[in-house]
């Protein structure tokens, strides 16, 4: 045995705790899965998403009765295969998700090192301009702006990086707060060193595991919000296929056509979820308080 | 404490000024309202006299003057649809939406506390992991579709429960069940960690020590502990309740606050989304101060600056 112990490779503690989880490696899997689908779309996808064929509409999925072995998660109203659909809508789902959490982190980010790092009038105002943002139900902000601004992928962008910047901010201030009275900024402060240096060069590296972890929650809520917004009518236009669009367009149908709605929510679901799982794992991960109960 | 409770109001006032500037701009940036009130094949003339009487010609900070001086009198003009006044249309639907959301809310009280301290007591045990898993999928289930499955299984498919609309208490079971699914899975959650942080505390062991049995310890030293960040975070869930609202209505044509609003923002009846809006904001902002004062007052041990 203690040569056995002895050749045995040591793999880092994150890989230990990896391999030891049930459910980390499926969610890194699926996720993969997803962003390789999301790239190679156009190769995958054993038809084009928009182009229909009305001999062939509603085909329950291939295993169904009825099911025809060309589309094997069926058909929609308009004839289009699903899986096609679900593969490029897969695409509006990561585009959306990715450049709404770096707007919302790039934004959050900036306000909440200013406003820890300062102090005074300029953090209470911009804190009270978080809590105004905090007042209004999420959905409700994002419908109205999307009203003005109009639908479509980069409005979506926008809105949604508009909406996730508080917890950011509030995560990064309470940090920098902390890190601010700590005896080697002040020895920097001490040596000469410019704000600038010390919040970008110091602080900021010290609150980034924080922040990926904020990151990885806010992307999920982004899938959610942009799959309800196109639910609404209010994301992406309808020519172009996303999840949250092909559960709308199948409500109509849900009494003889089930397929339609259920697959693109289950995409919708398995995404949230194994980023949420992933997410689980990486705070766990960073959170030294942690690690030595996770070694034991 | 009377320092708190001031500072706390002036906060208040200050970001339901912030709110009514935010729903002033939001609507005013969507071009000239006087053109929305029209016939479409009005002419120029026309929309320019209407835009001069009804003061929109006016700099904006004078009609964000008007339209504040006018919102604290509860009056936020007339729908633009209805030609009523839009507050009156918009309280006409609170008890919907208050029915919908309270039941939500205590479905999720009423299942999280055992769940969660059950979990929370047998921590480590199959039952643990199962219910855990059970409120992450909880809580990655798309709102809007998992209201759609209720409608297809348990309307469609088993024919348990009307698919849609109001009526009887059936009518009230699939809404609530959809909107309560994800403050459950939050509920459970919390309250799991706040059992397990609770139950490793040395009046526990004190307890214990004594000899009191398990189900004493449970339910008269941690859950007494335990709940009181619990009713905090409960008390903030209205605010997301009434924003879940806005989709589950929508599914189900339950005639609430959120439908209304959903129908408002795509009909650009301005004065009927003002008005949500603002009393949305205010009643969650109101929600959240009762939450605090509450806070400290269930817990002595807060010391409030």
Redesign the interface.
């Known amino acids: 045995m203690i040569i056995g112990a002895s050749s045995r490779i040591q793999y880092p503690r994150w890989l230990r705790r990896l391999l030891r989880s049930y459910a980390v490696l499926p969610a890194f899997a699926y996720l993969l899965l997803v962003v390789i689908v999301t790239v190679l779309a156009p190769q995958l996808a054993p038809h084009a998403p928009d182009q229909g064929d009305i001999a062939s509409r509603l085909l329950p999925p291939a295993w169904a009765e009825g099911g025809s072995a060309a589309h094997w998660l069926g058909t929609d109203a308009l004839g289009r295969d699903i899986l096609s659909r679900l593969i490029f809508g897969a695409r509006v789902s990561m585009i959306v998700g990715v450049a709404g959490t770096l707007l919302g982190a790039a934004i959050g980010i900036a306000v909440g090192l200013i406003a820890g790092y300062r102090g005074g009038w300029l953090d209470d105002l911009l804190m009270r301009v978080a809590d105004v943002q905090l007042a209004f139900p999420f959905i409700l902000l994002a419908i109205a702006l999307l009203v003005v601004l109009g639908a479509g992928i980069g409005n979506l962008v926008i809105v949604l990086g508009l909406s996730a910047w508080v917890t950011f901010a509030r995560v990064t201030r309470g940090q920098v707060l902390a890190l601010r009275e700590l005896e080697y900024v002040e020895a920097l402060h001490a040596l000469g060193a410019g704000d600038a240096r010390i919040l970008l060069r110091t602080i900021l590296p010290n609150v980034a595991s924080a922040l990926i972890v904020v990151a990885s929650f806010a992307f999920a809520e982004m899938v959610l919000a942009e799959a309800a917004l196109s639910f609404l009518g209010l994301g992406v236009p309808p020519s172009t296929p996303s999840w949250g669009g092909m559960v709308a367009e199948g409500r109509d149908y849900i009494v003889f056509a089930w397929w339609v709605i259920t697959f693109p929510g289950l995409a919708i679901a398995a995404t949230v979820l194994s980023v949420n799982i992933v997410g689980d794992w990486v705070r766990d991960a960073l959170d030294t308080r942690l690690t030595s109960e996770g070694a034991a | 404490m009377t320092s708190y409770l001031l500072r706390r109001l002036w906060?208040f006032a200050?970001?339901i000024l912030?709110?009514t500037a935010?729903t002033f701009a939001?609507?005013n940036?969507?071009g000239n309202p006087a053109a929305l009130l029209l016939p479409p094949d009005a002419s120029q003339a026309q929309v320019e006299a209407l835009t001069r009487r009804l003061g929109l010609d006016q700099p904006l900070h004078v009609q964000y003057g008007r339209f504040l001086a006018n919102a604290a009198r509860g009056d936020f003009g007339a729908s633009l649809r209805q030609g009523r006044p839009a507050l009156d249309i918009v309280l006409e639907r609170v008890p919907a939406t208050a029915l919908l959301g309270l039941t939500a809310l205590l479905l999720s009280v009423v299942v999280a506390v055992p769940v969660g301290t059950f979990t929370a007591v047998r921590r480590g045990t199959a039952y643990d992991t199962l219910a855990t898993?059970l409120v992450?999928?909880g809580?990655?289930?798309?709102?809007?579709?998992l209201g759609?499955?209720i409608?297809?299984v348990f309307g469609?498919a088993l024919r348990w429960l009307p698919i849609s609309g109001t009526g009887g208490l059936l009518h009230l079971v699939g809404p609530a069940l959809t909107l309560s699914f994800f403050p459950t899975a939050r509920n459970v959650r919390l309250l799991r960690s706040s059992v397990v942080e609770t139950l490793a505390l040395d009046f526990v062991r004190t307890a214990r020590a004594k000899g009191l049995p398990q189900h004493v310890i449970v339910r008269k030293h941690v859950l007494r502990n335990a709940l009181i960040p619990f009713v905090t975070v409960v008390g903030l869930q209205i605010?997301?309740l009434?924003?879940?609202a806005?989709?589950v209505e929508?599914i189900f044509a339950w005639p609430g606050i959120g439908r209304l609003?959903?129908q408002s923002?795509?009909g650009?009846d301005y004065p009927v989304?003002q008005a949500g809006?603002i009393l949305?904001?205010t009643t969650?902002?109101v929600v959240n101060l009762l939450t605090d004062l509450l806070y400290a007052a269930l817990n002595p041990r807060i010391r409030l600056r």
């Open positions: 906060q200050v970001v912030g709110v935010v939001i609507t940036l969507t898993g992450l999928v809580q990655s289930l798309p709102a809007f579709w759609l499955m409608i297809l469609v605010g997301f009434l924003g879940g806005v989709i929508t609003m959903v923002v795509q650009r989304i809006v949305i904001a969650f902002m």
